[in-house]
């Protein structure tokens, strides 16, 4: 069972940039952030696989950047340019091959206000 550990969730405002980290039990082929805002489905933000092919949503696209250590068990993503309708728990999702089968971390809130 693959641990997922998620950091630095906030309060910022708009306009302002934070960065997530989420720390795996073991080294992944596959890592990805997904978000879940009330009252709405959790949805695809970004993923990071293999050699450090990347792929974002549509509405981060140019404002969100995901990354990771050689290791392979910690992903970043710097977000900036943030906007109210950003705010949401930010999850991160792993996978030894994948992230279809991957496992979940807890979740980390992100709240983007003035």
């Known amino acids: 069972q693959v641990r997922l550990v998620e950091s630095g969730g906030g309060l910022v405002q708009p306009g302002g940039s934070l960065r997530l980290s989420c720390a795996a039990s073991?080294?992944?082929?596959?890592m990805g952030w997904y978000r879940q805002a009330p009252g709405q489905e959790r949805e695809f933000v970004a993923a990071?696989?293999?050699?450090?092919?990347?792929r974002y949503a549509d509405s981060v696209k140019g404002r969100f950047t995901i990354s990771r250590d050689k290791a392979m068990r910690t992903t970043y993503l710097q977000m900036n340019s943030l906007k109210p309708e950003d705010t949401a728990v930010y999850y991160c999702?792993?996978?030894?091959?994948?992230?279809?089968?991957?496992?979940w971390g807890q979740g980390t809130q992100v709240t983007v206000s003035s």
């Open positions: 999702k792993g996978g030894i091959r994948d992230l279809g089968t991957g496992s």
């Open positions: 073991l080294g992944l082929n596959a």
């Open positions: 990071i696989v293999g050699g450090g092919i990347t």
